[in-house]
């Protein structure tokens, strides 16, 4: 299709997609115009959620490989395809089977929580899932005499400690290459120049610890990984809230503020803007951009249709025991 203009290749898309029986899933941070041919958008625990109740025979992931992953996991009668292989993530690659089973070994009593962002391996040797959005409440249904393994990101373990209080959580030191970047320096100079707006911070943040000590009260409520509060002991009065993609989505909805600064990648703000057309919203930094999710182009999606790959296929034995973690998940939210 080369030479072909964006709106002949979304109608190329859409014929394909009926005729394949498809339906096409797109992360927050995918490009607009793939956003604009997607059923649905979401974030990782919606889009797993959306997998798993709809009726097509194929879905097109577009986002990166461990979502496609999940989905495939979720959906084993479905052929589910990425239009990239390419697009993985820089977090999950922090943790190897190899090195989950080695860890496990130091702490044989410990129940293992795994962020979706990990391999169909990694989750496979966990006892939960758990995604931005659950993180508190997952790690809050565990008994709190087990010690917990949590995997693989610093900041949102640190962040999901920090609010349960609990003690005997370990935390893998993993990190996403775009959020890790989003340092409390940058979030308090941006909050003495905006002092009327919200900020809404991802969990994967490098800030989220900092900022939950200086705003927060500590009291997630498990649903959203909310946490409000009030500039203490540093001359600075603000609002700011801690959550998933789809959080951020509902919240910037039913805010008052005229204007949100948004830490996460950039991507979200396409929808954002186009779902509130009466408010701005502020990247915390234009640099926060996760080159995986922008790999999956719409001309992709369109070669995805029309020859049927790339297929995300997890094994048998694998699968098995991934989704019982991801299960776990699903049932507590
Ligand atoms: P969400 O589940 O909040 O969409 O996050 C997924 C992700 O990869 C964030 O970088
Ligand atoms: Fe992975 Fe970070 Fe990209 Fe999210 S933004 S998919 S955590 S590399």
Redo the contacts with the bound molecule.
């Keep these: 299709m080369d030479g072909v203009g964006i709106d002949q290749l979304k109608q190329e898309i859409a014929r394909l997609k009926r005729e394949r029986d498809a339906v096409i899933l797109a992360h927050n941070?995918q490009l607009p115009e793939v956003q604009d041919v997607a059923d649905f958008i979401g974030d990782s625990l919606a889009l797993s959620q959306k997998a798993a109740s709809t009726d097509a025979r194929v879905i097109v992931f577009c986002g990166?490989h461990f979502m496609a992953e999940t989905a495939s996991i979720i959906c084993p009668d479905k052929r589910v395809l990425i239009p990239d292989l390419e697009a993985g993530?820089?977090?999950?690659s922090t943790i190897t089977v190899e090195q989950l089973r080695a860890w496990k070994n130091e702490h044989p009593d410990a129940v293992t929580v795994c962020y979706i962002?990990t391999s169909a391996d990694v989750k496979a040797e966990c006892d939960y899932c758990c995604t931005s959005s659950n993180a508190v409440k997952v790690v809050k249904s565990i008994p709190e005499d087990r010690p917990v393994l949590f995997l693989p990101d610093m900041f949102l373990g640190a962040y999901v400690a920090e609010v349960t209080k609990r003690k005997n959580i370990y935390i893998w030191p993993g990190e996403?290459?775009?959020?890790a970047g989003i340092r409390p320096s940058l979030v308090l100079e941006m909050l003495k120049t905006y002092r009327d707006a919200e900020f809404l911070i991802h969990p994967?943040c490098g800030c989220t610890t900092s900022m939950v000590y200086y705003f927060g009260n500590g009291n997630g409520n498990g649903n959203g990984c909310v946490v409000n509060g009030n500039g203490h002991d540093n001359g600075i009065s603000c609002n700011v809230k801690f959550l998933s993609t789809e959080g951020m989505m509902r919240y910037a909805k039913q805010s008052s503020a005229k204007r949100l600064i948004v830490a996460t990648?950039v991507g979200i703000l396409y929808r954002m803007k186009k779902e509130n057309p009466d408010k701005e919203f502020i990247p915390i930094s234009s640099d926060a951009v996760?080159k995986?999710?922008k790999l999956i182009t719409l001309e992709k999606v369109y070669r995805s249709l029309r020859d049927m790959v790339y297929e995300v296929k997890v094994p048998e034995d694998v699968a098995v025991k991934a989704r019982r973690a991801i299960e776990r998940m699903l049932a507590i939210t």
């Excluded at 993530?89 to 999950?92: D, F, G, I, K, N």
Aim: include cysteine; charge should be negative.
């Design positions: 941070y990166v993530c820089s977090l999950a962002n996403c290459h775009v959020h994967e990648e996760c995986y999710m």
